[in-house]
Structure formats: structure tokens, C-alpha cells
């Protein structure tokens, strides 16, 4: 699990660095003819994936304690808080594309497409990690713990970037 969390922070530094060249050098922003991006949807997101980390460590807490079947219960919520964290970042892209702001509108709209699906790409990949969790969890074993914990820092991991994404993009 550390080389993967390594290699995604890697993979998510480069893109932010990149941005940071582009957005420093930018004489003004958004770029011309690019609307402020809409916000309903980053915060919505920004909540549930937040609310996801939590369940998610409840999830491991409570497997930790002995508590399976309370386990069970907050995995299968973190899965529902992860669906709809994707389903949120569908609905940006549909309010982008509304708005005007398209993949081939120039390198700004690129960045932001590039990002939010290089990140949702990584959250159903994690989604994946929550159902194999989930089944971990079925099986009552102390020696999944460490499956459960690894699936957890997946989770957080994506939680932090996200953080960035939605302060780096959206709000600055």
C-alpha cells in the first residue's frame, strides 16, 4: 500500500505542479471567456467525501474493537457516500459542459477535466477497495485488520487529494 499511495501522490503532485506553472503565469483568472466554476457541486462533494473518511474510520475503529456486524454497517455507508461522491463529480461535468466549459476549451478546461477524472478514476478504484473491504469485513478474522487498514488509507489518501483539488481549483 506504500508504494501505491507513493506513486498516486506522485502522479497528483505532477498535475498540481503543472497547474501552478500555468496558474502563476496566467496575467489574469479564470482565463477569458471561462465563467467562475459553480461550487454547488465541489462542496457537495467536499462533504460527502469528508463524511466517506469518517464512516470509513468508524469501519475500521469498530472492526478493531470487535464490533463486525457495526462495521459492516459504516463499510457499506462509505460505499454509498463514495457512489455519491461520483455521482456529484457527474453532475460537475454536466454543469461544465452547461456553462461552456468544455475539455477542448483551452488549457484551464483541460486541467480541470484532466484532474477531476484522473481523481475519479482513483475513487473507483477505491470504491473497489470498499466492496473488497466490505467482504473483508463478512469475514470475521483479526487477521483482516490489515486488509481493513489498508483499504482506509486508500480512502484518506483520496480524501486528501481531493482537499487540494477542491482548494487549488475551485476556490483559489
Not at 503565469?25 to 473518511?53: E, Q, R
Not at 468544455?102 to 477535466?113: C, P, Q, R, W
Amino acid at each position: 500500500m506504500t508504494v501505491t499511495l507513493v506513486s498516486g501522490a506522485m502522479l497528483f503532485i505532477t498535475l498540481f505542479m503543472g497547474y501552478a506553472v500555468y496558474r502563476t503565469n496566467a496575467p489574469f483568472w479564470p482565463p477569458l471567456n471561462i465563467d467562475k466554476v459553480p461550487l454547488t457541486w465541489p462542496w457537495i462533494s467536499s462533504m460527502i467525501i469528508a463524511l466517506s473518511s469518517w464512516t470509513c474510520f468508524q469501519a475500521r475503529t469498530l472492526a478493531q474493537r470487535g464490533e463486525w456486524k457495526s462495521a459492516q454497517l459504516f463499510s457499506l455507508f462509505t460505499i454509498f457516500c463514495g457512489l455519491s461522491f461520483v455521482g456529484t463529480q457527474t453532475l460537475l461535468w454536466r454543469d461544465l459542459k452547461m456553462s461552456g466549459i468544455l475539455v477542448d476549451s483551452g488549457v484551464f478546461a483541460s486541467i480541470l477535466y484532466g484532474f477531476t477524472w484522473i481523481h475519479a478514476l482513483h475513487m473507483v478504484l477505491g470504491l473497489g477497495g470498499l466492496v473488497f473491504l466490505h467482504l473483508t469485513l463478512l469475514q470475521v478474522d483479526e487477521k483482516n485488520l490489515y486488509k481493513v487498514m489498508n483499504v482506509e488509507r486508500f480512502w484518506h489518501f483520496l480524501g486528501i487529494v481531493w482537499a487540494f483539488m477542491f482548494a487549488g481549483l475551485f476556490l483559489f
